[in-house]
């Protein structure tokens, strides 16, 4: 009989208010649930949902700006069953700051809840599944996340509020409201609101919360001044920030009573004022290499001017990386082929070579750009830490090299007329290809464009990606653009026959090493997968390149079609392979063991150490980075250095981010970095200096030392 009664209630709409609560995840810092604000749904109900944090005292997590340091929490939520819905987007309730050593962090502490809108459409019972990611820190940041379900029952109407509705009341009265004054923000880094009731009767005390992180000095103090219909607040911009864009962010305003009111706003950029000099805080850069930012006396288009340089300047250094070389190789057997062709040849195999490097750089700016703006820490490389784009690589590098030893033939004009490498797409395809295998590696100069491409304008950010383009591709325009320097170049022959078999086998060692970084990230199943495709793509050349000699002798046919069908339902098989063997989780780590001296990176750690007195050497660091592994072959893993750090007790962490991980993605982000390699030595006592990004064992050497 109750459960009767209860089904009549909630046909009703008049069933007693039961909270809506999933199973909770729980660990050592905190509690967290997925709540709604009503215990059924009704057809096409709007429903509120939310990650519910209940926080250890002196613990924290973090807004969509997590400020100097830190990372945004993230949920999505999908829901299934007879009402379906997804939601993502997070209502940010008004946050807190945290200022601590010299740094800024705007945080949620206790228990608060992040709320969304979930619209469902049609009628009947759902659950609710949902994923959440989080920071939880205190002396130490823990990446945390959860999985939760919770299912809803139907209602025959809109259902009603449930008992966490007043959670839900709570968070959106946290939440900023859109400011009913104009604010507008000088090149000075006055912020001004004006209006009706503003005065220094009503305003005792005010900040500002930026949404957007890399523009203003978060830690510095913001005086404010208040008049009559105003004030103002005097804000810090960082070294190379944008002035001429809007500012967006929460003001909040307290009055002599201690009320608060947060105010969302968009100030308008104004003429006027003189640029303040300031800098970010607690930034270090590396002895040789130039700061993270520029004078900000300097006029903001001369600010950008210079980071485009940067930019030029690390693209062309990357020639030099060791990731670069196998491919370079290619193109150098280009180079030689220059020296008997003619002006126009020889300018549009640069052009497009050219083309093709810079369209690369352009795609992997967009997509850079595109994943910060929605609130992902992706950063240079990025894409190595996905599997299928590992095993992709490796693949193609594979089928690259079985052109060149001539297997098969790429004939972007008549048949058996072209080779890779030579015509327009050749030079095109190799110009991607270079900028696909760059990533792995940083060069000098390009963590500073990085940064500031990721931190302005989308528009400036694009031009310091084409900028990067440019600096690579130029030492192969400068050869094409100087009349006299192709002619000089060895004459075509017979050598370059022998010469294109031979540099098919550095892609074939790149290929080694891409199968032994798929190993790392997926284990024994990934590489052996990889193998297989490996066999199935060498026959599929070998059948097809058997077709295309059989088309040379005697044009088209059967066996034409045969052989290309087949060569196409291999390279099929490959992808349906890959796809269904990188869905599962990372291999377990491969940390080093403690008896070699070195240990796995935890800020936990860090701070452990530090506070013994010890001197720490943390390196930073993923397997498909050929620039890290040169760096720990040549000067980390060598008798003077080893000897060195045991002698002076240096202890040796090392962050593996060959697959994502969130704390280490925060440690580069507070050092300014948006890629490995990242070499920070902290002495017994002191702050840390960050070393550059190519090591010699004396470079090493001389910052311990000091």
Same mark, same amino acid.
């Given at each position: ?191 001004? =609101? #004006?209006? +009706?009731? @503003? *005065?220094? &009767?009503?305003?005792?005390? /005010?900040?500002?919360?930026? %949404? ?115 491919? =370079? #190789?290619? +193109?150098? @057997? *280009?180079? &030689?082929?220059?020296?008997? /062709?003619?002006?126009?040849? %020889? ?115 694009? =031009? ?243």
């Amino acid at each position: 009989m109750p459960a009767l009664l209860m089904a009549g209630l909630s046909i009703l709409g008049c069933a007693p208010a039961l909270a809506a609560e999933s199973a909770p995840v729980t660990s050592a810092n905190d509690t967290a649930t997925l709540v709604t604000d009503r215990d059924a749904v009704g057809p096409d109900q709007h429903l509120k949902v939310g990650l519910r944090l209940q926080l250890k005292p002196g613990w924290h997590t973090y807004w969509i700006n997590p400020g100097d340091a830190g990372d945004t929490p993230t949920l999505d939520v999908t829901a299934e069953g007879g009402a379906t819905g997804k939601s993502s987007l997070i209502h940010w309730p008004t946050p807190v700051r945290i200022s601590e050593g010299g740094l800024m962090s705007y945080a949620y502490v206790g228990d608060v809840l992040l709320p969304q809108d979930l619209p469902l459409k049609g009628s009947g019972g759902t659950t609710l599944h949902a994923h959440a990611e989080w920071l939880a820190c205190a002396q130490v940041c823990v990446p945390e996340s959860g999985d939760f379900t919770l299912t809803l029952p139907a209602s025959a109407q809109d259902a009603p509020q449930g008992n966490d509705a007043a959670r839900f009341r709570q968070a959106e009265a946290a939440m900023p409201v859109p400011s009913p004054f104009q604010a507008s923000i000088q090149a000075d880094g006055t912020l001004k =609101l #004006a209006g +009706k009731g @503003l *005065s220094s &009767a009503a305003v005792s005390q /005010a900040w500002f919360l930026p %949404q957007d992180g890399g523009v203003i000095d978060q830690v510095a103090p913001q005086p404010l001044h208040a008049g009559d219909g105003e004030i103002s607040l005097g804000l810090k911009f960082l070294k190379g920030a944008h002035r001429a864009a809007p500012l967006k962010g929460v003001v909040v305003l307290k009055d002599a009573a201690g009320a608060e009111s947060a105010l969302q706003i968009e100030a308008a950029p104004i003429p006027g004022g003189s640029p303040i000099a300031t800098e970010s805080a607690g930034a270090a850069h590396a002895p040789g290499e130039p700061a993270s930012s520029v004078d900000s006396a300097v006029p903001h288009g001369v600010e950008w001017l210079r980071v485009l340089l940067f930019a030029f300047v690390g693209g062309l250094i990357l020639n030099l990386m060791p990731c670069v070389f196998p491919v =370079l #190789a290619m +193109k150098a @057997l *280009s180079l &030689a082929r220059m020296g008997g /062709a003619g002006r126009k040849a %020889q300018l549009q195999s640069a052009f497009f070579y050219t083309a093709g490097v810079m369209g690369a750089f352009a795609a992997l700016g967009i997509v850079m750009i595109g994943l910060r703006a929605v609130g992902s820490a992706a950063g240079w490389g990025f894409q190595f830490q996905s599997p299928g784009f590992v095993v992709g690589v490796c693949w193609l590098l594979f089928l690259m090299a079985l052109n060149l030893l001539g297997v098969f033939e790429i004939t972007p004009g008549r048949l058996g007329q072209a080779q890779v490498g030579t015509g327009h797409a050749g030079d095109l395809m190799t110009g991607l290809l270079a900028v696909i295998v760059a990533t792995p590696c940083t060069a000098p100069f390009m963590g500073v464009a990085i940064a500031g491409a990721l931190g302005g304008p989308p528009i400036l950010g694009l =031009l310091v990606f084409l900028s990067m383009g440019l600096g690579l591709a130029a030492p192969y325009l400068l050869v094409a653009g100087i009349p006299g320097l192709a002619k000089r170049m060895p004459k075509p022959g017979a050598w370059m026959g022998i010469m294109k078999q031979v540099l098919a086998f550095p892609l074939l060692a790149t290929c080694v090493w891409l199968l032994w970084v798929a190993g790392i990230q997926r284990g024994i199943n990934l590489v052996a997968v990889t193998a297989g495709g490996v066999v199935l793509l060498g026959f599929a050349a070998w059948i097809f390149g058997i077709g295309q000699h059989r088309a040379m002798r005697e044009g088209g046919g059967r066996i034409v079609l045969f052989c290309r069908t087949l060569a196409l339902l291999c390279v099929i098989g490959c992808g349906v392979a890959l796809a269904k063997s990188i869905g599962g989780p990372p291999a377990p780590s491969t940390a080093p063991e403690a008896a070699s001296g070195i240990e796995a990176f935890s800020n936990a750690r860090l701070a452990e150490l530090r506070a013994k007195g010890q001197p720490v050497f943390v390196d930073m660091t993923a397997s498909w980075c050929i620039t890290c592994m040169v760096n720990e072959r040549v000067a980390l893993d060598v008798a003077s250095v080893k000897e060195a750090f045991g002698a002076r007790h240096v202890a040796y962490l090392k962050g593996d981010w060959t697959n994502r991980d969130a704390e280490i993605s925060a440690y580069l982000k507070v050092h300014g970095r948006d890629g490995v390699p990242l070499y920070v030595y902290y002495p017994a006592h002191g702050d840390g200096e960050v070393l550059p990004q190519i090591l010699t064992p004396g470079l090493v050497l001389s910052v311990i030392g000091k």
